[in-house]
């Protein structure tokens, strides 16, 4: 089994900035691409960054130009820098990882229990 575990949310302030972290463990052969997703209240989850294995990179309208993605490969590690932080950024943020458990086995996504961020003053 694979676990995700994220960190780094919490309270900030509009303009603030958070890292998050999300930790990947478990039986692990490779990762093929992380995203990070969002969710409020009432609202359907929303993709928020992603990152392939060849190191593309999608960001939602929202973000762009704010958010950062990134990882670790060495660390199984996903990241997600988030600067200029305004009070729409405030949901529920979760990891994805694309996980490949076993020499050429197949691809499963993977989520993260969710970390809270709240942008408030």
């Known amino acids: 089994q694979v676990q995700l575990v994220e960190s780094g949310g919490g309270l900030v302030q509009p303009g603030g900035s958070l890292r998050l972290s999300c930790a990947a463990s478990?039986?692990?052969?490779?990762?093929?691409?992380w995203g990070w997703y969002r969710q409020v209240p009432g609202k359907e989850r929303e993709l928020v960054a992603s990152i392939t294995g060849d190191g593309g990179i999608n960001y939602a309208d929202s973000v762009k130009g704010r958010f950062t993605i990134s990882r670790d490969n060495t660390r199984n590690m996903g990241y997600l820098q988030m600067n200029s932080l305004k009070p729409e950024d405030t949901a529920v943020y979760y990891c994805?990882?694309?996980?490949?458990?076993?020499?050429?086995?197949?691809?499963?996504?993977?989520w993260g229990q969710g970390t809270q961020v709240t942008v408030s003053s």
């Open positions: 994805t990882a694309n996980v490949v458990r076993r020499w050429n086995g197949p691809t499963n996504r993977f």
């Open positions: 478990g039986t692990i052969v490779s990762i093929n691409g």
